[in-house]
């Protein structure tokens, strides 16, 4: 294959990505009056857990003195609290209220309830290929995420 096929190739996943992003945000995802930041950083501290603010301001590609304003509202809102670093007593870690991750696990339950009803609708050849698809992209997926947070932590450091 040529380096402009190649190109062609690699434009042509690049738009499905960007469909598939446009079909995650535009329909399937409930802001409830939440920013896109916010979210994010909910959605990083679900997922892995009690972070730093600096390691939060990496993962919503913000400014440290945003983010710390950021957190400062999700305080306000009770959806997040700060408690002191184990590790270090100086520090503190920013973690998910009950209130939060309650949130959270509502906002996925109803994107995943959202998404099924729209797979409903596919023919059974098309669910058959889409099936067949993800079988082959989950695993490049996951290890291009990989790639992304060792870049950011990289990044970070």
Same mark, same amino acid.
């Given at each position: 294959?040529?380096?402009?096929?190649?190109?062609?190739?690699?434009?042509?996943?690049?738009?499905a990505?960007?469909?598939?992003?446009r079909l995650?945000?535009?329909?399937?995802?409930d802001?409830?009056?939440?920013?896109f930041?916010a979210?994010?950083?909910?959605?990083r501290l679900?997922?892995?857990?009690?972070a730093?603010l600096?390691?939060?301001?990496?993962?919503?590609?913000?400014?440290?003195?945003?983010?710390?304003q950021?957190?400062?509202?999700l305080e306000?809102?009770?959806?997040v609290?700060?408690?002191?670093?184990?590790?270090?007593?100086?520090?503190? %870690?920013?973690?998910?209220? =009950? #209130?939060?991750?309650? $949130?959270?696990?509502n906002?996925? /339950?109803?994107?995943?309830? @959202? +998404? &099924?009803?729209?797979?409903?609708? %596919?023919?059974?050849?098309? =669910? #058959?290929?889409l099936? $067949?698809?993800?079988?082959?992209? /989950?695993?490049?997926?996951? @290890? +291009? &995420?990989?790639?992304?947070?060792?870049?950011?932590?990289?990044?970070?450091?």
């Amino acid at each position: 294959m040529g380096e402009s096929e190649c190109d062609h190739g690699r434009d042509d996943v690049t738009e499905a990505f960007d469909e598939v992003i446009r079909l995650m945000i535009r329909h399937l995802n409930d802001h409830g009056g939440l920013t896109f930041p916010a979210i994010t950083c909910l959605g990083r501290l679900y997922r892995d857990g009690p972070a730093r603010l600096t390691a939060l301001a990496a993962a919503v590609g913000a400014s440290q003195p945003s983010t710390s304003q950021l957190v400062q509202r999700l305080e306000r809102q009770g959806l997040v609290a700060r408690v002191r670093d184990p590790q270090d007593g100086r520090a503190s %870690l920013i973690v998910l209220s =009950d #209130a939060g991750r309650t $949130l959270v696990a509502n906002r996925l /339950r109803e994107r995943r309830d @959202r +998404l &099924t009803e729209l797979l409903a609708t %596919l023919s059974p050849e098309d =669910d #058959a290929s889409l099936r $067949l698809a993800m079988q082959v992209i /989950r695993p490049i997926v996951r @290890r +291009l &995420t990989e790639t992304a947070r060792r870049s950011e932590a990289q990044a970070g450091s």
